[in-house]
């Protein structure tokens, strides 16, 4: 007779939670949802592919003893998985557990059709039976933008020109904004709205590095004349990066006509920029003139609220919850670009899967010591902390206490004095990591140091050294 799943489950959880931590057993076990029992295959849902490699990699010997006692030895689970991006559902992907781990392919993207003889510049094979192809990555949406005050012009101009392309005065839309703060995120779910609402539309995204090497292939091959065609077809234009147009007189000229032609005909045109329009160097003044036109909207580094946002919406994508304190600490502690954020909680959850341990602040500290970003050891507080504790040979938890005494206060001083001058971190943040003392108290330390460098030889050469430790001069 086949018992309800839930009994099933429930015998399974009981098993597994006697073998493992309850902090564990709440994160990888309690949003685990049984779905079925048929043929002594158990179904469990589980929230993201990255949560299913986790149990797999885990938790595997004692799911396997759970079954082993529940079902039998012949028992099979199989994982479905919930693919949850923005709110948007997709059906489930089944995965046995014994077959190997698959990747997900992207879903085919399609758009309307348009006369063969327009050949496509792209390089892949873009007429698909004379459908084209939009170059934008569906995981990019406005439910998974998260909103702060860093980008809500130009979020706003984003779903006002997603909602009515090629209607607002926000036509072109220029968004710019430094490396990873999200320019290339917000004008694809500008995109993706668009194509997800109008299917006659022809919504296009290209980088301006590959709008610039197709207009050099174009040239090369003598078909200049088709590489515009096909852009003037184009309903919504999306160009990302345009700051690399600068120099490229000739491939500029171009984007010029197909702008006017597209402007004119009432075609949406979408583009970002790593620096405001008045700062882009070696573009023609007409073409800039043109930017100007409509609505340029910048983005900032994002508050520490919207960081802590930012994290909470990634870790609910992949289906993990983290200690909250675990959250504050990486939002007070990286505060350069939400690439980096992202980089942190991969590798992140990357260490604890390595090393079998769940996500704690224990473990984000020790990542952090350890990061690494584009290649180059970026210099944390955390690895100042352990720098200057092994200098001063000081407790870690002297630096971050109470202590008025003179060997504790100089250190910790010190370590605030490298803490600002080596990360970009705020006087908040920094006071956070020196157990929640305020920014005046930052403030206080920083002046306390340089000042004592300016008389005091020895405080000079001292910290110099600790600054040589951190590639400083
Ligand atoms: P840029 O193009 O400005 O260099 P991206 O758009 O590539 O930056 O953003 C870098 C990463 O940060 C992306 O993974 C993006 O999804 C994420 N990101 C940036 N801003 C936000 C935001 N407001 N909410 C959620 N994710 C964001
Ligand atoms: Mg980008």
Not at 43 to 48: F, L
Not at 91 to 106: E, F, L, N, Y
Not at 267 to 284: H, N, V
Request: with cysteine.
């Amino acid at each position: 007779m086949q018992r309800e799943v839930r009994t099933v489950w429930n015998n399974c959880l009981r098993i597994i939670q006697e073998g493992i931590p309850e902090q564990s057993f709440k994160t990888w076990f309690e949003p685990i949802v049984p779905l079925k029992l048929e043929n002594h295959t158990l179904t469990i849902q589980v929230p993201s592919q990255f949560f299913y490699e986790w149990l797999e990699e885990n938790y595997v010997h004692l799911l396997r003893k759970a079954i082993d006692a529940e079902i039998g030895r012949h028992g099979l689970l199989e994982y479905s998985i919930t693919v949850d991006k923005g709110g948007e559902k997709k059906p489930p992907i089944d995965i046995r557990v014994t077959a190997p781990k698959p990747s997900m392919p992207p879903p085919p993207q399609r758009q309307r059709t348009v006369e063969p003889d327009i050949r496509s510049p792209f390089n892949l094979p873009d007429l698909d039976g004379n459908e084209l192809t939009s170059y934008l990555n569906p995981i990019y949406t406005f439910d998974n933008y998260v909103e702060g005050d860093c980008n809500r012009l130009a979020r706003a101009a984003g779903i006002a020109v997603a909602q009515k392309p090629g209607v607002t005065s926000f036509n072109p839309l220029m968004v710019f904004g430094g490396v990873g703060l999200g320019k290339t995120h917000l004008v694809q779910a500008i995109g993706n709205h668009i194509k997800g609402h109008n299917s006659g539309k022809f919504v296009l995204y290209v980088s301006t590095e590959k709008f610039t090497n197709q207009y050099i292939i174009a040239v090369r091959n003598n078909n200049v004349q088709n590489f515009s065609n096909f852009y003037l077809r184009v309903d919504v234009l999306i160009l990302d990066d345009v700051q690399f147009l600068s120099g490229k007189e000739k491939t500029q000229e171009t984007f010029f006509h197909i702008f006017n032609h597209l402007h004119q005909s009432g075609k949406q045109i979408i583009m970002t920029s790593d620096r405001p329009p008045r700062e882009l160097q070696g573009l023609e003044d007409r073409l800039l003139s043109r930017f100007k036109w409509g609505m340029t909207a910048d983005l900032q580094t994002p508050d520490l609220e919207t960081r802590i946002a930012i994290i909470l919406k990634k870790l609910q994508a992949d289906g993990i919850d983290i200690p909250y304190e675990v959250v504050e600490y990486l939002a007070h502690s990286i505060d350069t670009n939400v690439r980096e954020l992202e980089g942190v909680i991969v590798s992140l959850m990357a260490h604890a899967s390595l090393n079998r341990r769940d996500i704690d602040l224990d473990l984000a500290r020790s990542t952090l010591r350890h990061i690494v970003v584009d290649s180059e050891k970026v210099v944390t507080v955390e690895g100042i902390l352990e720098a200057v504790t092994g200098h001063f040979n000081v407790e870690l938890s002297e630096l971050k206490g109470k202590s008025r005494k003179k060997e504790t206060v100089y250190p910790r001083q010190v370590a605030m004095y490298l803490a600002k001058e080596f990360t970009d971190l705020s006087l908040k943040s920094i006071g956070y990591h020196f157990g929640g003392r305020d920014h005046s108290t930052v403030i206080h330390a920083i002046q306390t140091i340089s000042e004592a460098m300016q008389t005091n030889k020895k405080i000079q050469a001292e910290v110099n050294q600790l600054q040589r430790h951190f590639g400083g001069k």
